[in-house]
């Protein structure tokens, strides 16, 4: 069992940048992937990047290359997503999630409570 | 990229069978996991690789995969079972991808 604590809402300015952590306890940090979901409003789930616990690879979306960037501290089980150039349609919630690296396409097992990010002038 | 395609909405009576599709080109050919979303909340794993459980889930969630469709099956269907539904696989050249996600209503 996994327990994500993300850190709390936020408020920014068009051109900023955000950074949310995601704390994990109840199990070997260095085992999980940790990955970052994000859902506007009234809307779904998107998939923006990860971090191997392990051994710190990362992978982006396409559609975030170049102003989001995860990475982790291993020290303090702690997962982070900086995304940056922030504009009014990135106002979303921000989930992080973790799944086994053991495992082949492992399913996103623990999600935090999610961090509200409000992008407004 | 890849592309998944779920109905905006199922509704069903309490008691009666609720089938949630998420299609996909060759679907059948990949790990396809679903996630309950109730409202205000963080998404919750019911089915992992197309028909698996984690602990705590009812039996009565069940998923299959096959060719172009996969499905989520709830069955004896409950009102706590009002939530969104998505589906989600790994994709070679577009890694995670959701489906846009169900509304179950339980009317």
């Known amino acids: 069992q996994v327990h994500l604590v993300q850190s709390g809402a936020e408020v920014k300015k068009p051109g900023a940048s955000v950074r949310i952590s995601c704390k994990a306890s109840?199990?070997?940090?260095?085992?999980?992937?940790m990955y970052w979901v994000r859902q506007a409003p009234g809307q779904g789930l998107e998939w923006m990047g990860w971090?191997?616990?392990?051994?710190?690879?990362?992978q982006y979306s396409q559609k975030f290359q170049g102003r989001v960037t995860i990475t982790k501290d291993t020290s303090a089980s702690t997962a982070y997503m900086e995304l940056s150039n922030l504009r009014s349609e990135d106002t979303a919630v921000y989930y992080c999630?973790?799944?086994?690296?053991?495992?082949?396409?492992?399913?996103?097992?623990?999600w935090g409570q999610g961090t509200l990010v409000t992008v407004s002038s | 990229s890849y592309v998944l395609t779920q109905p905006p909405s199922v509704s069903v009576a309490p008691g009666e069978t609720a089938r949630v599709t998420c299609g996909g080109s060759?679907?059948?050919?990949?790990?396809v996991h679903w996630y309950q979303q109730k409202p205000g909340q963080a998404p919750v794993l019911v089915i992992y690789?197309?028909?698996d459980r984690p602990s705590g889930i009812p039996e009565r969630f069940s998923g299959s995969n096959s060719r172009n469709t996969a499905t989520l099956t709830i069955s004896r269907v409950e009102a706590g079972d009002e939530a969104d539904y998505y589906c989600?696989?790994?994709?070679?050249?577009?890694?995670?991808?959701f489906g846009g996600g169900t509304k179950l209503t339980v009317l």
């Open positions: 999630a973790s799944g086994s690296t053991l495992k082949e396409v492992p399913a996103f097992d623990y």
């Open positions: 971090v191997n616990a392990g051994n710190g690879n990362t």
């Open positions: 109840g199990d070997t940090f260095t085992s999980h992937t």
């Open positions: 690789y197309d028909s």
């Open positions: 060759y679907i059948g050919t990949k790990s």
């Open positions: 989600q696989v790994w994709d070679t050249s577009s890694d995670w991808v």
